[in-house]
């Protein structure tokens, strides 16, 4: 039997999961970390702290599964997008990443549109600028630390340093390069034209290839550092959404993907690389050369109830929380939430957006405060879901992923507030299995993903079902929500 290891380089955590080639769960171990914010508007990370993660969650699993991880085959990412990592002609980090989350670069974008045109630019990438994009940052570094720009040999993502690390060879997948903002995606390539004209240097952009394709092999160095066997094949991985719709089975149109973790995103598969014309969504490319996914990004997610818990509330666990929630009737009586704590993509694209509570009377608990912040996070979900319909996206099911998956409370409220049959997966760990999943497929353990989540993806018999009464209520509020950013935009 053969193994496979699917390692997900998130914002919060790494975790590494262990999967035998039908697809059961051998085992998942987790290390978190922090970002870092030198400033209120900056969000980094030190990638030597990640690449420590991924080591000890793979020493972890060795430790508990030896014979299994002696047997690993192929490995395969699942990573935070967006984000800019910069080494030098050493392969040796020149800063710590400038990650998704980060808002500084507002000003590049504005010099970014100025110099190219913003519907010339937009039309080739098929999304709008957001600071955290690759682009962004670097134009910032540009700018602002060309001490650093001079040093580049190579930007990547993430993911990409973890599997430098682990293979010594460098170079990105489709999907991460687009979410990048500098990639033609219709073509998936580079958009050479555009980096011209920004004056930037072709030469730090890597090569891009498929997320099923074979970077290299584990070297002796990881080898000793992380305990694996060298000469273990690697794939290239994607960006967490992506893996994340592997790991669900959405390698095909007419299902989608509703997703909480750190942040929210709202996705599926496309055939053809359609876009928002007003730009509101983002369009990437899928992990095959045929697929794209549509997907409308919420900065917000769990990150809301993170911050709920551990700076207001003081409260111990999200168990607690929705306990208390669950006692609070649908509409949290009239408390609504505006989830914009690190301002927003979807459907704004403002870095200056705040966070509000509105409607707040004598007779509102930390119960209700915390229902709000749930509802809240799935009604900025459902801005999104309104622009796939007005774009003519169909679909016949939504699967729930992430922390929006394991409890009931947000079943629900997915259910009622996107109105829509909410099913679940019986793997917690959709992005991991998405990695390992991939690289099966890259190893040839499976002729495609279709054949691949037709044997590994399951999801649960439990459906959860609109409840009539709780959407009447929701559909009144969410009238209200829709007006909150419009009319505060000016004071943000």
């Known amino acids: 039997m053969h193994y496979y290891l699917g390692i997900d380089v998130g914002t919060s955590s790494t975790k590494t999961l262990l999967m035998s080639e039908d697809g059961q769960v051998i085992g998942v171990r987790q290390k978190g970390y922090d970002i870092i914010k030198k400033q209120l508007q900056y969000a980094e990370q030190d990638m030597e702290e990640l690449w420590d993660a991924v080591k000890q969650t793979i020493a972890e699993l060795k430790k508990d599964y030896p014979k299994e991880v002696s047997r690993v085959r192929g490995i395969s990412y699942s990573g935070q997008m967006h984000g800019l990592v910069m080494v030098d002609k050493n392969g040796k980090l ?28 937009r039309n080739t990438i098929l999304n709008s600028l957001s600071t955290g994009f690759l682009i ?51 073509r998936r390539t580079w958009a050479w034209d555009l980096i011209e004209k920004l004056g930037l240097n072709r030469e730090i952009f890597p090569d891009r290839h498929e997320s ?66 007003a730009f509101r969504t983002n369009t990437f490319c899928h992990v095959d050369a045929s697929m794209w996914i549509l997907m409308g990004a919420n900065l917000s997610g769990g990150v809301a109830l993170k911050w709920l818990m551990n700076q207001v509330l003081e409260m111990k666990s999200y168990d607690a929380m929705t306990s208390l929630a669950s006692k609070v009737p649908a509409g949290s009586e009239g408390l609504l939430f505006l989830p914009y704590l690190s301002g927003e993509r979807t459907p704004y694209n403002d870095p200056n957006a705040k966070a509000i509570y509105f409607g707040m009377t004598l007779k509102h608990t930390r119960a209700h405060f915390i229902r709000s912040a749930m509802e809240g996070i799935v009604f900025g979900m459902r801005n999104s879901a309104e622009i796939f319909h007005d774009l003519g996206v169909c679909y016949e099911k939504i699967i729930a992923s992430g922390g929006g998956a394991r409890g009931r409370l947000f079943l629900e409220m997915q259910a009622d507030i996107l109105d829509s049959e909410i099913y679940t997966n019986q793997s917690n760990e959709q992005a991991c299995m998405g990695a390992a999943i991939t690289a099966a497929v890259a190893c040839g353990a499976y002729k495609d993903y279709q054949e691949a989540c037709g044997v590994i993806v399951h999801l649960n018999d439990t459906v959860v079902l609109p409840n009539k009464e709780n959407q009447k209520k929701y559909r009144e509020q969410y009238e209200v929500y829709k007006e909150l950013y419009p009319h505060n935009k000016d004071l943000f």
């Open 94 to 121: 020149i800063r710590d990443a400038i990650i998704w989350a980060d808002q500084r670069s507002k000003a590049q974008i504005d010099r970014i549109y100025e110099t190219v045109g913003k519907e010339a630019y």
């Open 136 to 186: 962004s940052s670097l134009m910032w570094v540009k700018e602002m630390e060309p001490e650093h720009y001079e040093q580049i040999r190579y930007v990547m993502f993430p993911k990409d340093y973890i599997r430098y690390r682990m293979c010594g060879e460098f170079g990105t997948d489709m999907s991460d390069a687009s979410s990048g903002a500098v990639f033609d995606t219709k």
């Open 212 to 277: 099923r394709e074979v970077a290299g092999v584990t070297t002796e160095a990881c080898a000793r550092e992380t305990g694996l066997q060298p000469g273990v094949t690697i794939a290239y991985g994607g960006g967490d959404t992506l893996m994340q719709a592997v790991g669900n089975g959405i390698v095909r149109e007419g299902i989608l993907a509703a997703n909480i973790g750190t942040a929210c995103q709202l996705s599926g598969v496309l055939g053809q690389p359609l876009y928002d014309p």
